[in-house]
């Protein structure tokens, strides 16, 4: 068996392709189909816009499909980037950009909370990174939803060379690395993605 995964993002396709090989069932993705538009995600949350992207693409190509979407949400900036985090720092989609804006938005809002009343708010500051996935049938009905979370701190300098997105500033304390520190096996076992695939498959059975 095939699956067809509603995503561009390499970095995705890369952590997608052995979880699913586990289970014998081999990845194709909108890379492989170069020719297909952009989808428009215009959902408010992050369950909205995998159903958005999923039934796009089996509308389209008359196909099961899954699809992601995912973002990291820092509490000391209201839950952002959010649904918004692929295109943080604008089009197009830029990691090394997105990081930057990131420690910028993270830099001011501590300024802020210092000159307010003297407080310190450099301490590390929480996050998580969220996933939402969706499959639907050949018509765009949906089979099954589920999502995972991966709780984090945000730390000042980038450390690691793996994975994608914001993996070098999300700091794991009880692992004491990065998420681009761990392997991919590791990042698989721990993430958001990771958990959310678990949980599609556990409501498939
Ligand atoms: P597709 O829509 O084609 O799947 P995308 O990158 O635009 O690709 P999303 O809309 O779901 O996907 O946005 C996800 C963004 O959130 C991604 O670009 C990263 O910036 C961030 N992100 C999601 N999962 C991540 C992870 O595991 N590690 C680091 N950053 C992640
Ligand atoms: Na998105």
Same mark, same amino acid.
């Given at each position: 068996p095939e699956v067809l995964i509603a995503t561009r993002n390499a970095g995705k396709v890369k952590e997608f392709v052995p979880m699913f090989e586990a289970k014998g069932i081999a990845v194709k993705s909108l890379l492989d189909y170069p020719e297909l538009p952009d989808i428009v995600e215009d959902g408010d949350t992050f369950a909205a816009n995998a159903l958005i992207k999923a039934r796009t693409i089996a509308e389209r190509l008359g196909v099961p499909v899954v699809a992601d979407d995912s973002g990291l949400c820092v509490d000391r900036l209201g839950g952002a980037p959010g649904v918004?985090?692929?295109?943080?720092?604008?089009? /197009?989609?830029?990691?090394?950009?997105?990081?930057?804006?990131?420690?910028?938005?993270?830099?001011?809002?501590?300024?802020?909370?210092?000159?307010?009343?003297?407080?310190?708010?450099?301490?590390?500051? /929480?996050?998580? %990174?969220?996933?939402?996935?969706?499959?639907v049938d050949a018509e765009g009905r949906v089979v099954a939803?589920?999502?995972?979370?991966?709780?984090?701190?945000?730390?000042?300098?980038? !450390?690691?060379? !793996?994975? %994608?997105?914001?993996?070098?500033? %999300?700091?794991?304390?009880?692992?004491?690395?990065?998420?681009?520190?761990?392997?991919?096996?590791?990042?698989?076992?721990?993430?958001? !993605?990771?958990?959310?695939?678990?949980?599609?498959?556990e409501a498939l059975s």
């Open positions: 918004y985090s692929a295109r943080y720092a604008g089009e /197009p989609s830029n990691d090394a950009a997105n990081n930057r804006k990131l420690l910028e938005e993270l830099a001011k809002v501590e300024a802020d909370a210092a000159l307010q009343d003297g407080s310190d708010a450099r301490g590390l500051s /929480p996050a998580r %990174f969220v996933c939402a996935m969706a499959l939803e589920a999502e995972g979370a991966c709780e984090g701190v945000i730390i000042g300098e980038p !450390r690691g060379e !793996r994975g %994608f997105g914001y993996d070098p500033l %999300f700091y794991i304390p009880e692992l004491g690395q990065t998420m681009a520190e761990l392997t991919l096996e590791a990042k698989n076992e721990r993430s958001h !993605r990771g958990q959310a695939i678990r949980r599609l498959w």
